[in-house]
């Protein structure tokens, strides 16, 4: 098992920045990939970023490449999401996942989630 738990969300302007954390405990995270979801109101949960467990590649949604950075920490059992330049359409809630397969794009592959933080972005 592997637990989840997500922190950093909150309210920001437009154009702010936010970080969020995913803290891991359980077996062992490093050996998973890590992927940050989002779900807006009425909307379905959709793929933000993604890293895997071995050389750390990083996978992004269009919509946030160039704005979002995901990153780890194996030895803190942490992974997190830099997130710049937030739009308004940024606001959901955000769930990080871990996953012991290969596939990162998909929330069915993901075996673990976390609970979910809110992050909204006032216009």
């Known amino acids: 098992q592997v637990r989840l738990v997500e922190s950093g969300g909150g309210l920001v302007q437009t154009g702010g920045s936010l970080t969020l954390s995913c803290a891991a405990s359980g077996r062992a995270f490093s050996t998973y990939a890590m992927g940050w979801f989002r779900q807006a109101p009425e909307k379905e949960r959709d793929f933000v970023a993604a890293i895997t467990w071995g050389f750390g590649n990083t996978y992004y949604a269009d919509s946030v490449k160039g704005r979002f950075t995901i990153s780890r920490d194996n030895a803190k059992n942490t992974g997190y999401l830099q997130m710049n330049s937030l739009k308004p359409e940024d606001t959901a809630v955000y769930y990080c996942?871990?996953?012991?397969?290969?596939?990162?794009?998909?929330?069915?592959?993901?075996?673990?989630w976390g609970q979910g933080t809110q992050v909204t972005v006032s216009s």
């Open positions: 996942a871990a996953n012991s397969g290969t596939g990162v794009y998909t929330s069915s592959l993901y075996n673990y």
